[in-house]
């Protein structure tokens, strides 16, 4: 669970996330204390996804990493007021490429939100 660059190319690196449980298998991670982290990491050491939830237990943001580490797509729910138009949590999507940069959030399709529900915890389609 390393930094950009690092694991993915190589690079052993300090853990920097603690794993507090798991959901569908999946290990839900949050930042260890005083590491400064929100997110979920960039690069995967050995999982295909991880989660990240709210204090209330409900999906903050599931990433979903390739077989070479490297992240490709996140779900989450939190503002994106550049989709809405507003501060409202919307559930969406983001696509990543090889240098770390990410698509514009997207309102999640159907097909991906049934093909990831076990993992949306808490979180409902919407139309």
């Known amino acids: ?10 690079n052993n690196v300090e853990y920097k996330y603690e794993t507090v449980g ?3 298998g999946v290990k839900v991670l949050y930042g260890k204390e005083g590491s400064g982290l929100h997110d ?3 690069e995967a050491h050995s999982s295909n996804m991880y989660i990240k939830l709210h204090k209330d237990g409900t999906l903050n ?3 979903i990493y390739d077989n070479e580490h490297y992240l490709t797509t996140e779900i989450a729910y939190h503002p994106e007021p550049d989709l809405t138009g507003n501060r409202k949590p919307v559930l969406h999507i983001h696509y ?3 240098n770390f940069k990410r698509t514009d959030a997207a309102y999640l399709s159907k097909s991906i939100f049934d093909k990831y529900e076990k993992y949306l915890i808490g979180r409902t389609w919407y139309d």
Not at 1 to 10: K, Y
């Open 61 to 63: 943001m599931l990433r």
């Open 40 to 42: 979920l990491p960039s």
């Open 1 to 10: 669970m390393g930094g950009r660059g690092t694991f993915a190319a190589g």
């Open 22 to 24: 798991k959901i569908e």
């Open 96 to 98: 990543y490429d090889r």
